[in-house]
């Protein structure tokens, strides 16, 4: 996919902010605090109507602003789409083609992004919760099923613990409700850990060739997805309801003494192994990089295999973390396919005779200048 036109109307640092690109490799450059991740950011959020750095839309809103206003104009394989997302303290309205969307999920995913950023180290070595929170980024992009699925788990979760908690205060003495919690917990628990598993297998074998081809084959990489009880391939949705169920009835005791609900997809985790050792304890920062690396390159393929088309691939100050051979070979390998969005504090090191595309914008205090060739 392509995007033509992206125009932002008090988001973040830009009052008024128009481009048009026809271009497939765009780099924005310019020294920091300037607006250059804020621009990238607002891609990723009109793909999925949240930032990819902050949980709070408020903060997307220009201060001292009522509204923050995103459009699009994005072309798919199938012909041109629109795509509009205001933003308020109240919440947001999307619209494809001038049409407003009742759930944001039936917008999430039309526009579809691939973001590197620093941060994603974290998905190697930070806490589950981040990995959790790739995953169902990830997954909720090419099925938007899931994530209806992701908030109903959470609010049942929710309702299931302050059950638990009024169990363990002595509030209420009677266990009965649980099981109608438990029921509807392990439905929707079920379903998100079938995509997860089916989502690490898949990624997976992309990943393992593209780190191949980072490291000069060098390197073997591994995705391990691992779910608070063992889960194994064969299982189908039946049989892993009722050793769901069985894992809740064996920790009730303990749920209730603590509180908490003890298993399920909200404690699911995701191990990253290269050459047999585990990335987060033995790798080199280098090594965790390459990994985060691998994982994200390796979800462009994903994409493209499931919607039939490459997303955009937005690398958001990432250059100067690769040498400059890798920088270049980077943004070449993926300049023919994959329209790319890159930021950065330089082009020193940039290879530009390579890239057969590209334009140049100067980023400064949220205004934005095309440099003439
Ligand atoms: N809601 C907002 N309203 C106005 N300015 C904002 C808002 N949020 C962030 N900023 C400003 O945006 C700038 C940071 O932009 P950013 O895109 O992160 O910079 P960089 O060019 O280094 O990537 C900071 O100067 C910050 O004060
Ligand atoms: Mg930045």
């Not at 049942?156 to 438990?182: E, F, H, P, T």
């Amino acid at each position: 996919m392509f995007l033509n036109k992206l125009s932002l109307t008090n988001y973040r640092n830009y009052d008024r902010f128009e481009l048009e690109t026809s271009h497939q490799v765009n780099l924005f450059v310019g020294p920091n605090a300037q607006g250059k991740t804020n621009l990238l950011e607002s891609i990723y959020v009109m793909a999925l109507t949240k930032s990819h750095r902050t949980h709070q839309d408020k903060q997307l809103i220009r201060w001292n602003e009522d509204q923050a206003l995103l459009t699009a104009e994005v072309d798919k394989r199938y012909g041109p789409v629109r795509l509009s997302l205001s933003i308020t303290p109240q919440g947001k309205k999307a619209k494809i083609n001038g049409l407003e969307q009742r759930k944001l999920s039936s917008f999430i995913g039309t526009l579809n992004v691939v973001m590197f950023a620093p941060e994603d180290l974290e998905i190697v070595k930070g806490a589950p919760g981040i990995r959790r929170r790739f995953l169902d980024m990830e997954i909720g992009q090419v099925h938007p099923g899931y994530l209806y699925e992701v908030t109903q788990y959470q609010k049942v979760l929710v309702q299931r613990n302050n059950y638990l908690k009024q169990l363990a205060s002595g509030k209420s003495a009677n266990a009965a409700m649980l099981d109608i919690w438990n029921e509807q917990l392990v439905q929707f628990g079920i379903k998100i850990m079938k995509k997860r598993q089916s989502f690490i297998k898949k990624l997976q074998v992309w990943a393992e060739r593209i780190h191949a081809g980072i490291t000069n084959g060098r390197e073997e990489i591994l995705l391990e997805y691992r779910p608070s009880f063992p889960l194994s391939e064969e299982e189908d949705e039946a049989m892993l309801f009722d050793r769901f169920m069985l894992k809740l009835s064996q920790a009730k005791e303990q749920e209730i003494r603590r509180g908490a609900t003890l298993a399920g997809p909200h404690r699911d985790d995701m191990v990253f192994w290269i050459n047999g050792k585990e990335v987060h304890v033995y790798g080199s920062q280098g090594q965790q990089r390459t990994t985060a690396l691998s994982l994200k390159l390796a979800e462009l393929e994903l994409i493209r295999e499931e919607l039939g088309e490459y997303p955009l691939l937005l690398l958001d100050d990432v250059l100067s973390e690769l040498d400059p051979y890798r920088q270049t070979q980077l943004i070449e390998t993926f300049q023919d396919k994959v329209q790319t969005f890159v930021t950065t504090t330089s082009l020193d090191s940039v290879n530009m005779e390579k890239l057969r595309d590209s334009a140049v914008y100067h980023v400064a205090g949220g205004a934005v200048t095309e440099q003439a060739d």
